[in-house]
Every structure is written in C-alpha cells, then in structure tokens.
C-alpha cells in the first residue's frame, strides 16, 4: 500500500522560509508528475507547483520567483523550498503523485501558517 508522508510545516513569520518534503512509501509504480497544492480555510484546493520525470516544472503564478520545486526520483520524494512567505501562503499543503499507469495518490496535508 503507497502512502505519502509529508513534513515541514509550522508557524513563520512573513518574509521567511520553510522547505516541505514528501516521500513515498511502498511500492510505487513509475511517477510521471509530482504536484504540491494547498488549500485555505473556505477555499478549493489549488495547484501551487508540479514537476514532470524529465525535470520540467509549471508554477502558479502567486508563488513565481518563491518557491522551487524539486524531487529525487531514486527516493520517491519531491520537495517544496518556500521562500519570502506571504500571509495569503497560510495553508494546508498537499502532496499528490501521478502514476504512468493512471495511479494518483496524496499525502495528509501539512498546515503552512505564515503569520508574526
């Protein structure tokens, strides 16, 4: 059974950083995508960041130039270095990873509070 765990969460202040992890367990089969989205209390879960196999990655527009996604295929863990966080940053943070064979599975979220 593949679960996600996250970690690398917590309280910041504005303007400071947090680096999240996300790491597979069990038998995973080839991980074609991996994705961080992050979801506000009363709002839709929204993609903040994903990164293909080959190294390519897509941003949302809000974190440009912040945040740097990136992953160790041998490890099955992608990361999420957060920097110059915003008050608006305040989240739960999801990892989620799509599979070549159609698989999609999620981590627990982890809570980002950005707040002084």
């Known amino acids: 059974q593949v679960q996600l765990v996250e970690s690398g969460g917590g309280l910041v202040q504005p303007g400071g950083s947090l680096r999240l992890s996300c790491a597979a367990s069990?038998?995973?089969?080839?991980?074609?995508?991996m994705a961080w989205y992050r979801q506000a209390p009363g709002k839709q879960r929204d993609v903040v960041a994903f990164i293909r196999s080959g190294g390519s990655t897509n941003y949302a527009d809000s974190v440009k130039g912040r945040f740097t996604i990136s992953r160790d295929n041998a490890k099955n863990t992608v990361y999420l270095q957060m920097n110059s966080l915003k008050p608006e940053g305040t989240a739960v943070y999801y990892c989620?990873?799509?599979?070549?064979?159609?698989?999609?599975?999620w981590g627990q979220g982890t809570q980002v509070t950005v707040s002084s």
């Open positions: 069990g038998s995973i089969f080839r991980i074609i995508v």
């Open positions: 989620n990873f799509n599979t070549v064979n159609g698989g999609t599975y």
